[in-house]
């Protein structure tokens, strides 16, 4: 049985996913940290496969470094959403430091994207330093958030001004809970003008580390009024349908 391994390697983490006759038998994750390709290294020491394809940003240097193959990002969550949900014609995926908007085609094909990666607004990145600012820890400030019944309106999406932003709010003796929540939204509304520019349609998928915040989720499927889908663990999407890509 051939072996067929995707590895994504974000600015934050780096996932691995091997596939034998388009099942999953491993996976894993480390943090990306200041070396990508000695931490993807020290992630596939041991490990067997046959074939390897790489995605994310630090794809190129894999592929320096390995000689492997490689996929955009855009291509591999298109192939790994597809392969968990046949339906899906609508993508969104916001991960460490970048977001993307990804409209399908009925056969799982590409018809429109949307991508932000020039800056940290409204991305993992973005939600941590706020969190940080606000004292919360990052894997518990989607529910923190959703403790508050309103959210207070954060007018700058640039991380810098906002994290200016939330601390003079603080001073003022403003509810840090309520504060969240406003954060919380301002990520949404920018995620939603995203997907309204691919013409949002059918089943939309959440995937991407940030689809593990149950306040974004909250909140975005109030904002469209409709279901949102996540995979079980949305960080792996990427490395999934690279390996699937190999196996193609």
């Known amino acids: 049985m051939m072996k067929y391994a995707g590895i994504d390697i974000g600015s934050r983490t780096i996932e691995l996913v091997i596939l034998e006759s388009d099942k999953l038998v491993e996976q894993y994750q480390t943090n990306t940290g200041y070396d990508p390709v000695r931490a993807a290294s020290q992630l596939l020491d041991g490990h067997h496969y046959d074939c390897i394809m790489a995605t994310g940003y630090g794809r190129e240097v894999f592929q320096q470094a390995y000689e492997s193959r490689t996929v955009t990002e855009i291509k591999a969550y298109a192939r790994g959403v597809k392969e968990l ?10 991960g460490g430091q970048d977001s993307k908007a990804i409209s399908l085609l009925n056969n799982g094909k590409i018809k ?13 990145k973005f939600l941590e330093v706020m969190a940080n600012a606000l004292g919360f820890r990052i894997d518990q400030f989607g529910d923190e958030a959703l403790k508050a019944a309103k959210g207070l309106k954060i007018n700058s999406m640039c991380t810098v001004f906002a994290e200016s ?6 001073a003022k003796g403003n509810n ?5 929540r406003g954060l919380h939204a301002s990520v949404v509304r920018r995620a939603v003008s995203m997907l309204k520019r691919i013409s949002i349609a059918g089943e939309i998928v959440f995937a991407g580390g940030v689809a593990n915040n149950a306040c974004i989720r909250h909140l975005l499927a109030d904002a469209l009024n409709q279901y949102i889908k996540v995979p079980d663990e949305p960080q792996f999407v990427g490395a999934f349908g690279a390996a699937l890509l190999a196996g193609d």
Do not use: H, W
């Open 112 to 124: 429109k994207f949307e991508m932000n990666d020039r800056c940290a607004a409204g991305t993992g």
């Open 165 to 170: 932003e939330v601390t003079s709010l603080i």
């Open 176 to 180: 840090r809970y309520e504060i969240a």
């Open 85 to 94: 949900f046949p339906y899906a014609q609508t993508i969104l995926d916001i």
